[in-house]
């Protein structure tokens, strides 16, 4: 008895089309206005974003901040998946649930918290409280991305390192940092996207003069969009795009076949 495929309906095929004309039509457009003057075609856009200091003082700012909370997060990301993932103890249900709170919670609640924190505390406002509370939030994402590495897993692999000898730094070395490197790799990716682009939390936590990117485009769009806005989100959109090719090159590469 032959089985036939079941054809694809053109229905599913209209909306997967309408889907991505959606999703990347703004993003060109984006793209195109970025080189259109009342004149015609130019690149003069983004001269002056490479000619202004107080965007460049925001990008750097925000790269920073991203990269340090990034690392933070991915330090105790880990080592907190580890911990959940193959210890059991008393009360970790509850940690496994705060774990989710970050994700779930509005920013603007989130923000407005570490604020009032911060002020009872005594700190600051700057790039510090900014790269704390930027951890706060992205912590959570690489605890339940490397979760989800360490789940499929096979324990016996580390079982069997230790029975032959090696200490837990060796065996977390030599057999689980090279199996679960995915997931810390994916989570850090994520971790510094929700950083480099946050502007809610870094807005209540953000002090004089350490403005991040997306709050000096914010105060730029209050005087009506320019071309020179659209040319700086070109840019962020193909460092993006050019970092994601490379790092999925590299995995791919680097991955066991």
Known sequence: ????????????????A???????VPLATLVVFSFRAPTGWTFDWYTKIFSDQQIIEALGMSFFVGTVSTAISIVLGTAAAL????????GRGAFDI?????????ETVMGLSL?????FLGVTLGS???????????????????????????????EAARDLGASPWQTFWKVTFPLVRPGIVSGGLLAFTLS????LVTFFTAGAGSDTLPMKIYSMTKYGVSPEINALSTLMLVLTLVGVLVIGAREKLSSPR
Do not use: C, N
């Not at 079941?6 to 599913?12: A, D």
């Open 83 to 90: 911990t959940l993932e193959r210890t059991r103890f008393k």
């Open 196 to 199: 480099f682009d946050d502007f």
């Open 128 to 158: 510090f409280s900014m790269i704390v509370a930027h951890v706060t939030f992205t912590l959570s994402y690489v605890i339940i991305t490397v979760r989800t590495r360490l789940q499929g897993m096979d324990p016996q692999m580390e």
């Open 115 to 119: 604020l009032i924190w911060f002020v």
């Open 98 to 106: 705060l774990t989710h709170i970050p994700i779930i919670m509005p």
């Open 18 to 24: 309408l889907t991505f004309i959606m999703i990347y």
């Open 1 to 16: 008895m032959s089985s036939t495929k079941p054809k694809p309906s053109r229905f599913y095929g209209v909306i997967s």
